[in-house]
């Protein structure tokens, strides 16, 4: 779409100056301003937006909190704490910070989801949702480090059980252990490197944005229907018609935001995080963060070995594997249709795996032992089943319900019959 | 909307049965004499006065609290990171802060024959430690350190459980710290369930969070701390005030946040009304 030739026209003789020499106006313009957008997106179209101010947000909040942070294991708590009692606003700064992860991580598996229901992953977006894993991948990684940083009883141990992973790995996985903490066991070198990474990352993260947005204006956006634009009724200009309704998102999302830093600062967090590290005192229940929490319990799930894989090689690579099961979405899903809206059987399963996503975090929380593990495999299987089995199968035995034949028939059609959903094209998922 | 609603309807209810298969799978097999999840009883939700969205703490009760502190706890029980400068916070005057300072003594910098001596503390000083160091605490209190106080209302709360955490956050239920406290002080003296072991030199608790019985005897008892301001000296009214007290020790800004928060909500909200009344114009000549 953006292939088109740009609408900027520049008025006044600097605009001209500077489009002759930097056409970086015309950039933002035609990315932003006359970028034109499908007109029947609805509010979850709003979360890649929502991402993008949380990442902002983040950065700067922690950039403020460095300031104040000793990255020292004899210092490490308390300077957070100093951030807490003494520096001005600081508590404010240190609670945007810590719930603006999980909000982050929140924005992002909604984000995630509305890709999965409406095929955002399928030709010619491929590498559009690749560089969204990609994006997963840094986010995870940026989280896991920054909750360390505190240097409280769940920051230690979660550092030692999550490097501890890599050991499952035969020859190298001792060295790659040595090498991420800097030593044989969680200690100042390790905090020393992760308060590094944390800091460098979300800049990496900001690049793949970059990335990611670019190759979503070479494709377009997709839309609840799933049908490529094919005409200009198809669409509206980005400003002010997505820009407005992206802002309104963004403000009901900072309302949740807000509820939770301002009534609930630590709900997301554990209490034991507020219990200064110690190597000698392993508490009761090492638990990860609320958003690692389904790759935790899959990572337990694999209690038995697999051949020459022992359970806990198993238990990696099925929590790696989580992961890179999706940068192959796009080539597991066969179905000539897009969008979920005409694909009943393929909307049963995805809300199912919905569901699943969260009895597995759940559980991810409750001790390995039971039927909690039980539970975690059933989870398990249904987890890697609907990428594996039932993707690939449901495209090809699945009869999807007729299309429309434009996105401008569908919201006519669907507008004519007063809202109601009746027929086919009247997807009532495309009502914004 | 109404089908993504109904498969969300359909999702939680499935996670709903799976979830409550689990936790009856928990439950069972429980044995009252050799637990094997703690607590063994779940620590009852008091009214605090800094709970909710418009929380405050109470002076008067927080001015208690101190005074149980410095009479009882502080002998075993450090509390670090807090400054003798933020007791203003407790109503106060500077004054008198400066004097509840000097009760106290410090170790000085050294001074020009390299020794160093105690000095009288001053309001930027923390409070000190009844201990040398963590090995001394752990000698004179059973192999047990006795744990720092400044975060302990934080540090400590109780697992709410499904469905419980859920309804948290409507109902901003914050109080896990000061519930488990009172709990805890309140809880000694009861009879530990036939054929339970307690290992010597510890004290049966069911509320304890960690075990069945903590190196800890009551440190709380009637009519232990002379109250000045007429409030009932049971261990029941010492226990909220301690509690109290320790919340304000570990969140000294709560009361700041809820406040800001407040208005932070306000302008959200309004501000939100706007952006939609002006999309709803924007869009009023587009179908969509």
């Known amino acids: 779409m953006s292939g088109g030739h740009s609408s900027y026209t520049p008025n006044t003789g600097i605009e001209k100056w500077i489009d002759a020499r930097l056409p970086l106006p015309r950039l933002v313009y035609d990315s932003f301003v006359a970028y034109p957008v499908p007109r029947n997106l609805n509010y979850a179209y709003a979360f890649g937006g929502i991402l993008a101010i949380m990442l902002v947000s983040q950065i700067l909040t922690g950039v403020v909190l460095a300031m ?119 200690d100042n070198p390790t905090l020393n490197r992760f308060f590094s990474l944390h800091y460098l990352l979300p800049f990496m993260i900001a690049g793949v944005v970059v990335l990611h947005v670019w190759a979503l204006h070479v494709t377009g956006q997709t839309n609840p229907t799933g049908i490529e634009v094919k005409s200009k009724t198809d669409t509206v200009a980005f400003t002010p018609y997505a820009t407005v309704k992206d802002a309104f998102g963004l403000c009901l999302f900072f309302i949740l935001f807000a509820y939770f830093v301002f009534y609930l600062p630590n709900f997301m967090g554990h209490p034991d995080n507020y219990i200064p590290a110690d190597s000698l005192k392993t508490p009761a229940h090492i638990v990860p ?67 699943n996503a969260i009895m597995l975090g759940w559980l991810g929380s409750r001790p390995a032992e039971g039927l909690y593990v039980i539970f975690s495999q059933l989870g398990t299987a249904y987890y890697f089943g609907f990428f594996v089995v039932l993707m690939p199968l449901l495209g090809l035995i699945e009869t999807p319900r007729r299309l429309p034949n434009s996105i401008t028939e569908a919201v006519l059609a669907k507008n004519k019959s007063g809202g109601q959903p009746v027929g086919i094209a009247a997807a009532p998922e495309t009502k914004g | 909307m109404k089908k993504i609603l109904l498969g969300l309807a359909a999702a939680g209810l499935g996670t709903l049965l799976a979830f409550g298969g689990a936790y009856a799978a928990e439950e069972e097999g429980h044995n009252a004499a050799e637990p094997t999840h703690f607590p063994i009883k779940k620590p009852a939700e008091l009214d605090w006065t800094f709970a909710g969205p418009f929380g405050h703490y109470d002076k008067q009760q927080l001015q208690r609290g101190l005074k149980i502190y410095k009479e009882v706890c502080s002998a075993c029980h450090s509390m670090n990171l807090v400054a003798f400068r933020s007791l203003e916070e407790l109503g106060y005057t500077e004054a008198q802060v400066k004097a509840f300072a000097a009760e106290y003594e410090v170790p000085d910098a050294p001074n020009a024959d390299g020794e160093i001596v105690n000095r009288k503390a001053i309001p930027a000083d923390h409070f000190p430690s009844p201990y040398a160091n963590a090995q001394a605490a752990a000698a004179a209190n059973g192999g047990a350190v006795p744990p720092d106080f400044s975060l302990i209302a934080k540090a400590r709360a109780v697992e709410r459980g499904f469905p419980l955490f859920l309804a948290d956050i409507f109902t901003q239920y914050q109080e896990g710290g000061p519930d488990y406290i009172h709990a805890l002080l309140t809880g000694f003296g009861e009879t530990p369930p036939e054929g339970m072991q307690i290992p010597e030199g510890t004290h049966y608790n069911p509320y304890f969070i960690a075990a069945k019985s903590l190196a800890m005897a009551q440190p709380l008892q009637d009519g232990q701390v002379t109250y000045d301001d007429g409030s009932p000296q049971t261990l029941d009214q010492y226990s909220k005030d301690i509690s109290a007290f320790l919340m304000w020790a570990a969140e000294p800004h709560l009361e700041d946040r809820k406040k800001t928060g407040f208005r932070v909500m306000v302008f959200l909200v309004l501000f939100a009304g706007l952006v939609y009344v002006a999309k709803r114009r924007i869009w009023s000549d587009v179908e969509h």
């Open chain 1, 68 to 186: 104040h942070y000793a990255a020292d294991t004899g210092l490490a708590f308390n300077s957070v704490e100093k951030i807490m009692r003494d520096v001005n606003s600081g508590w404010l700064l240190r609670y945007l910070h810590a719930n603006g992860a999980s909000m982050f991580f929140l924005a992002v598996y909604v984000h995630i989801f509305r890709g999965l229901y409406y095929g955002s992953y399928k030709a010619p977006r491929e590498l559009l949702w690749i560089l969204g894993v990609i994006i997963l991948l840094l986010m995870m990684a940026t989280a896991f480090m920054g909750y360390v940083l505190p240097w409280g009883q769940m920051s230690f141990w979660g550092a030692t059980v999550i490097t501890g992973f890599f050991t499952a790995f035969p020859i190298i996985g001792d060295p790659i252990q040595q090498l991420l903490l800097g030593g044989f066991a969680v």
């Open chain 1, 289 to 355: 963060e609320w958003y690692f929490l389904p790759f935790y319990a899959m990572l337990r799930a694999i209690t038995f070995n697999i051949g020459p894989i022992n359970s806990k090689l198993g238990g990696v690579l099925t929590m790696f594997g989580s992961i890179a099961v999706l940068f192959i979405v796009p080539w597991l899903d066969t179905s000539k249709v897009r969008s979920a809206v005409y694909r009943p059987w393929y909307k049963l399963f995805f809300w199912l795996f919905v569901a």
